[in-house]
């Protein structure tokens, strides 16, 4: 069974930095890609990041980010660890949301969701 546990979200002042986790179990990152969303109070559920390690993949390790958070965030996967990481940089309150890792067969793909974590950016 695919689980994703993501953790490190929390309210943070703007231009600070955070750093959320999303542990994943039942698989493994050769099998699926991975990706992080967000969805903040009144708007849509948003892709601000996504990773290609899974199977098929074009060219593995290509990125992509939301115009949003590009220059700010860095997605990143620890194999060993199994572990995928958002490093959000210089937060601005726009970027409160709650936010959401998933794995897919395709690139920036959602087939298996986490939780989420809220995080809160202060002005």
């Known amino acids: 069974e695919v689980q994703l546990v993501e953790s490190g979200g929390g309210l943070v002042q703007a231009g600070g930095s955070l750093r959320l986790s999303c542990a994943a179990s039942?698989?493994?990152?050769?099998?699926?890609?991975v990706a992080w969303f967000r969805q903040g109070p009144g708007k849509e559920r948003e892709t601000i990041a996504c990773?290609?390690?899974?199977?098929?993949?074009?060219?593995?390790?290509?990125?992509y980010y939301a115009d949003s958070v590009k220059g700010r965030f860095t997605i990143s996967v620890d194999s060993a660890k199994n572990t995928l990481y958002l490093q959000m940089n210089n937060l601005k309150p726009e970027d409160t949301a709650v936010y959401y890792c998933?794995?897919?067969?395709?690139?920036?793909?959602?087939?298996?969701w986490g939780q989420g974590t809220q995080v809160t950016v202060s002005s």
């Open positions: 039942g698989f493994t990152f050769d099998k699926y890609n």
């Open positions: 998933a794995a897919g067969w395709a690139f920036c793909g959602s087939d298996w």
């Open positions: 990773i290609s390690t899974g199977d098929g993949a074009a060219h593995y390790g290509t990125t």
